[in-house]
């Protein structure tokens, strides 16, 4: 079944490689084309993204910014993929797991606004499918680039934040991808980017999970 999807994303998204800083040959979005040669996969990859906050160190990394350019780029499309909110667990943003909550509701709000200018153009509607961020694994609570970025703090929301999705999902209305409950994490170089297996496990995931959406009749592509 022809099926247009436009994933919106990080750094995992991009590919980033921690061994390399380079890009990723095989990143879960290329695999998920690959395995569904009759979809079309529109990706949108940035380092560091953000879903509300600010970095205040870098250029403008807020999702909640980017977020309409994108839809209006990628549209029409028959799905909306969003796979961000690592970022926002990092130390030097002093979240707790309300600011974090806060954070992503407000994504969440405009992301459905800008979803729905983007798709009105077209005279059409499309789901949004949000996607948990990978947890740090246990084994690496005391790695360097783990601790020193996300702390014990960070690392807590991540593995809370799936819970926090769903309760939003139930107001806003759009889906959730739950990774971490089939053994999605980050790779073992930094915690936090997945390695080439992270990446086919969160594609095989993701087209299933999109392929259930089909056959409940959730996606209706055009």
Not at 22 to 31: E, G, I, N, S
Not at 92 to 98: E, I, Y
Not at 167 to 195: P, R
């Amino acid at each position: 079944m022809s099926l247009k999807i436009a994933v919106f994303g990080d750094s995992n998204t991009w590919g980033f490689d921690p061994r390399t800083g380079l890009r990723q040959k095989a990143r879960f979005v290329d695999l998920l084309q690959k395995d569904h040669p009759d979809w079309q996969i529109i990706d949108d990859g940035l380092n560091g993204r953000l879903l509300d906050s600010q970095d205040p160190y870098f250029y403008d990394l807020s999702g909640s910014r980017q977020i309409e350019r994108f839809t209006k780029q990628a549209a029409p499309y028959d799905l909306l993929v969003i796979a961000l909110g690592a970022n926002d667990a990092r130390r030097m943003f002093h979240r707790s797991l309300s600011s974090w909550t806060q954070s992503f509701e407000r994504f969440a709000v405009g992301c459905k606004k800008a979803n729905q200018q983007a798709c009105r153009r077209f005279g059409r509607t499309a789901p949004i499918l949000f996607v948990e961020p990978p947890a740090i694994p246990d084994g690496l609570r005391n790695n360097y680039e783990a601790i020193g970025s996300y702390g014990e703090d960070g690392i807590a929301i991540l593995k809370t934040c799936g819970k926090i999705m769903q309760k939003v999902a139930k107001q806003e209305g759009f889906y959730v991808l739950e990774v971490q409950n089939a053994g999605l994490t980050g790779g073992m170089v930094d915690g936090i980017h997945l390695d080439q297996n992270g990446h086919a496990l969160m594609a095989r995931l993701l087209g299933q999970k999109i392929e259930q959406l089909l056959q409940a009749a959730l996606i209706q592509p055009q």
